[in-house]
């Protein structure tokens, strides 16, 4: 009897220590895994936050932009139509040039000048709630001769840099009458020239009418550098 009970005195004593480490180390493992879960679910919550604010900023700029492109459309009438496809504004003013020549004739200037003031203005007169910038593109166009042509192989280069010049005679007539878009922070003026190509073109018949301008408005909302 006493060997029994001396046996079953040491198993107890040896059971508890080994039962409160295993619940020790269970313990720590709880721990550890609400410490890790607790910080997955903060880091989680921010993300969430973070991602809410940035949806919110989106669309606060999305409205600001629809508002903009509402008040863009004081621009359509007697200068200006707007391309729903190509979401920009063609110049209406029917300016024709010389074949290879990039002077404005007289006859079309006094057109020219209402139509740069139009813009000027329209531009001042949008109110936003945020900063906004004004990425303003002024694209020159030019038109193929007849099919079958040589002179449209052997120009194809070159009316890139006729209809670019074409583009920079309306900035520069525009600003010798004071229509000077380039002294304004809000707006980014990019002159630019698309040749023989460039979306939106007139075919067959018409082919004459790509010796134009195009208008590009594009807002950008947010803070100004």
Excluded: C
């Excluded at 004071?178 to 002294?183: D, K, P, T, V």
């Amino acid at each position: 009897m006493n060997n029994a009970t001396s046996n079953k005195r040491q198993s107890n004593d040896f059971f508890w220590p080994s039962y409160v480490d295993l619940m020790t180390s269970l313990f720590v493992v709880m721990l550890v895994l609400f410490v890790y879960s607790f910080k997955l679910f903060k880091d989680r919550e921010g993300e969430l936050k973070q991602a809410n604010g940035e949806l919110k900023a989106k669309a606060i700029e999305l409205e600001q932009i629809t508002k903009i492109r509402r008040s863009l459309q004081k621009l359509e009438g007697k200068y200006f139509k707007y391309d729903p496809t190509n979401e920009r504004h063609e110049l209406l003013v029917p300016v024709q040039f010389k074949a290879g020549r990039d002077e404005i004739q007289e006859a079309y200037k006094p057109a020219l000048l209402q139509a740069g003031r139009t813009l000027r203005s329209v531009l001042k007169s949008i109110k936003t709630d945020q900063p906004v910038r004004y990425l303003v593109i002024v694209e020159g166009m030019a038109a193929r001769y007849p099919q079958g042509d040589p002179r449209n192989a052997a120009e194809e280069q070159t009316t890139y840099q006729l209809s670019y010049r074409r583009a920079l005679n309306l900035l520069n007539f525009w600003r010798q009458n004071g229509i000077n878009f380039s002294q304004d922070r809000s707006i980014e003026l990019i002159i630019g020239g698309s040749g023989f190509y460039g979306t939106g073109r007139y075919q067959g018949r018409r082919e004459g009418d790509n010796k134009r301008f195009l208008i590009q408005v594009i807002p950008k909302v947010g803070r100004m550098q």
